[in-house]
């Protein structure tokens, strides 16, 4: 069976590229960036994407720490409206990592 084939440096770039993932949560954060204290269905519909797939993308987010919700994830209730922002300083210290990875920075 074939290895995957992982860069020397590989290690310092999966922690970004797991926690970014794929395109809708790199949307997701390159949204709420410029539009803080939005609820799950304002995002889906300014993204275009059904809210239960937004979702599961936020909760990768949240659990990644990339994200802060209001109310926090232990004090939520159903049916309560919950609003996302992003947590800037983790974005930012996956960023430089990512960057740094790539040999950017």
């Known amino acids: 069976m074939p290895k995957y ?3 020397a440096n590989s ?3 999966e922690d970004p590229i797991e926690a970014f993932g794929n ?3 790199a949307g997701i ?3 709420l960036r410029s539009h803080p204290d939005q609820t799950r269905a ?3 519909a300014a993204l275009d994407v ?3 797939t937004v979702f599961n993308a936020l909760e990768k987010l949240l ?3 990339l994200l802060v919700s209001d109310p926090p994830l232990d004090e939520w209730e159903r049916g309560q409206r919950v609003r996302y922002r992003i947590h800037q300083q983790a974005v930012a210290e996956l960023y430089l990592q ?3 990875a790539l040999g950017e920075i």
Request: hydrophobic residues 40%; proline residues 12%.
């Open 5 to 7: 084939a992982r860069p």
């Open 23 to 25: 395109r809708l949560r």
């Open 42 to 44: 304002e995002i889906a």
């Open 63 to 65: 659990a990644a720490g």
């Open 29 to 31: 954060i390159g949204y």
């Open 50 to 52: 059904p809210s239960p």
């Open 11 to 13: 290690d310092r770039a």
């Open 98 to 100: 990512l960057g740094q």
